[in-house]
């Protein structure tokens, strides 16, 4: 079209992007139309990459600058551009008006489907054109119209390169299955003579009594299933040598008289038995003396495959077989052959490609999925070798007609003096007495006693010999049940649930991958189930494509017993060892939440009872009594929450989900000041404590709040354990330079040598408590010994024997000391501190400490307080109050304060500080509260110290 309109194109030219180049921006001249092609001569490829750093004397440089410059531009925005030549002075004139042409179109041709840029469109624009007139919609209509001429030009290549691949696939197909069938023929053949031997032999047996017993009935049913299937594969052997002959066009139909009702009548009888066994009904209407010339091995393949076809798909219902003769209006005479069925039916699309060579229809619902896909391909040759044809009819899920029409005059066919078609026959042929098989037996499972604990396999295959015979070979060792096929053995596992599943991938309705697909969707015990893949489908990529899907193991077809035997007990193992993994699991997070919630009720009733005390405390009081007993008090408290703190702490560790910060600290203040606070519960039981420093080098990597709990642990078991009057020492050295030694000393009542290498265990006092008078939860030196591993450093215990004392060392590494040192304080809590009033949202479900919590934020420290007993009332009052802070338990009767806060953040429209105050102090409770929102966390009880810490942050965010 451009080359016929010179008054509207003086030049125009086209390239197109260069499919084999690395970079996407290189360019090809494709075609040009010039008045003058000189100023092309340099610019038959474009790289716009490159261009920017070429030089040189290149006469064209600019203009193949500008041009470059141009794709550019086009493939950025995928729209047309207009740029100006007018300073290359090329000589470019209109044909009629001789005006100096000025300016080119730049358009970009877009594949239709994925919008990218496959070509770029030059056009001179008529200096007389204006583009934003009808003259710019011609423009991009030409455009339009090469886009679509090009597309299609592509695809007709494509298709033609892809079915010259298909063509040289096929002739490989055929020159290797033609070479590979003569190779099996002849091991094949010489299977079935020792296979009839051995029939003769087991049914002549002399002996009346061993042809009764259960060996050789044992051994008669494996010679059957030996002789089947080996002239099964015999067949399939056949099938691909005179496919392979097909293709070759080796074969020539040799045509002798026949009468066609006879030898089909006869072929068809074959399936009666087989029909009548799976309660199909076959119908046979033939009219009688049907004569013609034909091939009768070629015409009984025909029908053998087209009722084999029809039975294999028909599970209830009909088969109707159908001949006739045919006379058309010129007097041609022809016969009519159809086989028509209820089966599955087949989908419209599919049918133009069923006589296809190797096409299958997946997923078909058939009696199984054996067979390679050439079976109506071979029909369709051979009826065509017989200038015949063949059509089908099919609606899916009512059924399937076949219907062959050949001419009884083949005048085009060659004929020749009787004798046997190369379609059976075979100096090698077997000769054997074998029926056709009727195929998907019915399953019938062994019954088991409800004892019996061995191992339960499901066998999935859609060949029942396949699946006799892996029962026979299983049964002595497991127990066994079967599935014909993927949507039975759904059916089969949600009724019970096997450890181990031995599953073929090819198999009709649901094959093996969808099925384990499926499987491994399911949940509980379902997910352990152990799948191994019996297949013979040997492609590149199955075995990755079945272990992606979630199988175990697979094994090819075929295999050994041995290999097959050894590869399940593997995976019994494993089974069973997942098994005992998932129920270890379960049983530790039982565990786990017990714990947790054990730890929050007993800390909800602790939280007002020491701010209670804390605040007595505080008060002086003059009776010696009452401070004794607030002394008390305080103490036991503090005990409790030591034991609650033991079990978080031991849940931690047995999880490996302890973690804290640490930082360069003196351990000698440190370890002085746990010290000092443990001093006064050994001196109340009449013993001597010493502390005693060594060590020169004492600066340690270490979190100091857990490095203290060490050390509170051991000398809390030291006081335990050692009878009044006895003495306890805390030593610091350094053994070596690099180490730091504390060893915390008693002289109380020893350990036994036994029991020394078990100290260390949860739960583990040996045998010292069996009068109970020592107490714990025996979890303090379980925590001190982990503690010590995650400071990288090592926890021993020492002792002589009973009534002789002990020590238990700690030895951490020890690093240079830092130019300013930080010394460790221990500071308590401050009552008559003051910060800014504030108002305060407390939301808190238990009175008790919800009345407390109130009168010391209230009447003690000043600030302005609304309370709340749930989710509900807390909203209610947030509406009506600007709070500063958020004081919030997460347990509430309605919601809870994970859900209170994230409420308050998207309805207040003020700025807060939000704490949640919760009994769970597991790390787990304590991200969930700040991922929620919460900009603090205090676990209960609650201390003034942490109260006050929390208040002081509140203030810092007002102001």
């Known amino acids: 079209m451009l080359a016929l309109n010179d008054d509207d194109f003086c030049s125009s030219f086209l390239y197109l992007k260069d499919r084999e180049s690395k970079h996407s921006t290189e360019f090809s001249l494709f075609e040009s139309k010039n008045s003058d092609q000189n100023f ?27 041009l470059s410059n ?53 056009v001179a624009l008529n200096p007389l054109g204006n583009i934003k007139t009808s003259y710019g919609q011609f423009l991009q209509a030409i455009v339009s119209q090469i886009e679509s001429n090009f597309v299609c030009s592509e695809g007709r290549e494509e298709e033609l390169r892809r079915m010259e691949e298909m063509r040289e696939l096929n002739n490989a197909k055929t020159v290797f299955f033609s070479n590979i069938s003569h190779e099996f023929r002849t091991p094949l053949t010489l299977m079935f003579g020792p296979i009839e031997e051995v029939k003769n032999y087991l049914t002549n047996c002399e002996d009346s009594h061993s042809k009764d017993d259960a060996e050789h009935l044992r051994i008669e049913k494996s010679v059957e299933l030996l002789e089947r299937n080996t002239f ?36 068809v009888s074959d399936f009666k038995f087989v029909c009548e066994k799976k309660g199909i009904q076959l119908v046979i209407q033939i009219n009688p003396s049907v004569q013609i010339l034909m091939d009768e091995n070629l015409w009984e393949r025909i029908v053998v495959n087209l009722v084999s076809n029809a039975f294999k798909y028909t599970l209830k219902g009909s088969i109707q077989i159908g001949l006739r003769g045919l006379k058309g209006e010129n007097g041609t005479e022809s016969i009519e052959f159809s086989v028509k069925d209820t089966g599955c039916g087949i989908l419209k699309e599919n049918i133009p490609h069923l006589f296809e060579r190797f096409y299958r229809v997946e997923e078909a619902n058939g009696r199984s999925h054996e067979g390679v896909g050439i079976g ?78 061995r191992p339960l396999i499901l066998i999935v295959d859609d060949n029942s010999d396949m699946r006799t015979y892996l029962s026979g070979l299983l049964k002595q060792d497991y127990r066994v049940i079967q599935a014909r096929d993927g949507e039975h053995a759904m059916e089969r596992v949600k009724q019970i649930v ?159 989900k302890m973690t804290f910060k640490t930082e360069l600290v003196d351990a000698v203040p440190v370890i002085e000041s746990a010290f000092q606070v443990i001093k006064e519960d050994g001196e ?70 036994e029991v020394l290498s078990s100290i260390f265990e949860p739960f583990n006092q040996g045998d010292l408590t069996k009068d109970h008078q020592y107490g714990g939860l025996g979890l303090g030196l379980n925590i001190a010994f982990g503690l010590t591993r995650l400071h990288n450093g090592t926890l021993r215990a020492e002792s002589e024997g ?6 238990f060392i700690v030895e951490i590494p020890t690093l240079p000391a830092p130019d300013k040192e930080k010394q460790a304080s221990v500071s308590s809590p401050n009552w008559n501190a003051t910060t800014q009033p ?76 939000s704490v949640a105050a919760t009994g769970y102090g597991a790390e787990s409770d304590v991200d969930s509260c700040y991922k929620a929102g919460f900009d603090g966390h205090i676990t209960k009880p609650v201390s003034f110290a942490t109260l006050s810490e929390m208040l002081s942050k509140a203030n810092i965010q007002k102001k």
């Open 40 to 66: 092309l001569k340099d610019l038959h490829s474009l790289t716009v990459k490159n261009l920017r750093n070429e030089s040189g004397s290149d006469e064209h440089l600019g203009l193949k600058y500008l």
């Open 70 to 122: 141009s794709i550019e531009k086009v493939l950025k925005k995928k729209e047309a551009v207009i740029f100006s030549i007018e300073e290359f002075q090329l000589g470019l004139t209109s044909p009629k008006q001789k005006l100096p042409i000025t300016k080119f179109y730049a358009a970009p041709m877009h594949h239709n489907s994925t919008n990218d840029v496959w070509g770029v469109l030059f």
């Open 232 to 267: 099964r594969l015999y067949q399939l052997v056949n099938d691909l040598l005179e496919f392979a002959k097909v293709e070759a066009q080796k074969i020539t139909p040799v045509l002798n008289s026949l009468n066609l009702s006879e030898t089909t009548l006869r072929t």
């Open 376 to 453: 109506l391909s071979l029909v369709d040759q051979y009826v065509h070798l017989m200038n015949g044809t063949i059509r089908v009819e099919s609606e899916l899920g009512v059924g399937s007609c076949f219907t062959v029409t050949i001419p009884k005059k083949n005048r085009d066919a060659k004929s020749i003096e009787p004798t046997k078609s190369s379609v059976f026959t075979s100096e090698f042929a077997p000769k054997t007495n074998l029926k056709i098989s009727a195929g998907g037996r019915e399953i019938i499972d062994e019954k088991y006693d409800e004892n019996d604990e």
């Open 498 to 656: 096997p450890d181990l599943i031995l599953c073929d991938i090819m198999m009709p309705k649901v094959n093996g991958i969808k099925f384990v697909k499926w499987l491994r969707d399911q949940k509980g015990e379902n997910s352990l189930i152990s799948v191994i893949f019996l297949t013979a489908k040997t492609r590149d990529g199955a075995k990755s494509e079945a272990l992606d899907v979630g199988a175990d193991d697979f094994l090819v077809k075929p295999f050994s017993s041995e290999e097959l035997f050894a590869r399940i007990r593997s995976h019994i193992k494993m089974v069973n060892a997942r098994k005992i993994a998932v129920s270890k699991s379960i049983e530790e997070s039982k565990k786990d939440l017990f714990l947790a919630s054990l730890s929050h009720e007993l800390r909800t009733p602790l939280a007002p009872v020491l701010l209670l005390v804390e605040e007595l405390n505080a008060k002086k009081f003059e009776d010696k009594e009452v401070k004794e007993l607030l002394k008390t008090i305080h103490q036991n408290i503090k005990t409790e929450i030591h034991l609650i703190d033991d079990l978080l702490d031991f849940m931690k560790l047995s999880k490996g």
């Open 684 to 753: 109340e039981k009449g013993l001597k404590l010493n502390f005693e420093v060594k060590a020169s080098n004492h600066h340690v990597e270490a979190n100091t709040t857990k490095l203290q709990q060490i050390v509170w642990n051991l000398l809390r078991n030291a006081i335990k354990f050692t009878p009044r009057e006895g003495n306890i020492s805390v030593i610091l050295e350094n053994p070596h330079k690099d180490m730091l030694k504390i060893t915390v000393k008693d002289s109380g009542i020893g350990i036994d040598k």
């Open 802 to 807: 009973p009534n002789k004392g002990s020590s």
């Open 838 to 913: 504030i108002n305060i949202l407390l939301v808190e479900d238990n009175k008790p400490t919800l009345m407390v919590m109130n009168r010391l934020l209230s009447q003690k420290l000043g600030h302005h307080v609304k309370t709340a007993e749930s989710y509900q009332e807390a909203m209610e009052v947030a509406r009506g109050f600007h709070f500063d802070m958020l004081i919030s338990d997460i347990g509430l009767p309605d919601k809870s304060g994970v859900e209170l806060v994230k409420a308050l953040k998207a309805e207040i429209h003020h700025s807060f500080y």
